[in-house]
């Protein structure tokens, strides 16, 4: 029960808090960005629908996916007690696996997009991890 504490339990709350976030952010991302209401009607495809996308909304979604994985890290590092980099680590793994899901199922991204997209979900998770523990330090 101990390593269920200290390992799975922030995994799940950190991944759920990351994939939470990005989700708010993709729903705000639509006010700005709406794919065109045909893809609804399967007219135009959603491939062409997502590259007819401005490149502003690319940017904006990678920062999406950036603060998302911060805050899993940040909640991960905080639900395992401060104690362990692992948490944070494999909650950005598992979104870095949701990305690649992504990556496959949404057709129409650009390769620049893809290929970022996927380098910065267990950096930024990582990140939040060493912002908890600085703080942590520093209050010592």
Not at 19 to 46: D, H, N
Not at 68 to 82: D, Y
Not at 94 to 117: D, E, K
């Amino acid at each position: 029960m101990k390593a269920a504490a200290k390992y799975v339990l922030p995994v799940i709350a950190g991944t759920m808090t990351g994939m939470f976030l990005i989700f708010l952010g993709e729903r705000l991302l639509q006010f700005k960005y709406p794919l065109s209401s045909p893809v609804a009607e399967g007219k135009p495809s959603l491939a062409a629908a997502v590259a007819a996308m401005p490149k502003e909304a690319f940017q904006l979604l990678l920062v999406n996916y950036a603060v998302a994985s911060f805050g899993a890290g940040i909640v991960a590092t905080l639900v395992a007690g401060k104690t362990s980099l692992v948490p944070a680590v494999v909650a950005g793994i598992l979104l870095t696996l949701g990305g690649v899901f992504n990556n496959i199922s949404i057709p129409g991204q650009p390769q620049w997009f893809a290929t970022i997209s996927l380098l910065l979900y267990i950096p930024f998770a990582l990140f939040g991890f060493l912002i908890v523990r600085r703080k942590e330090q520093q209050s010592h």
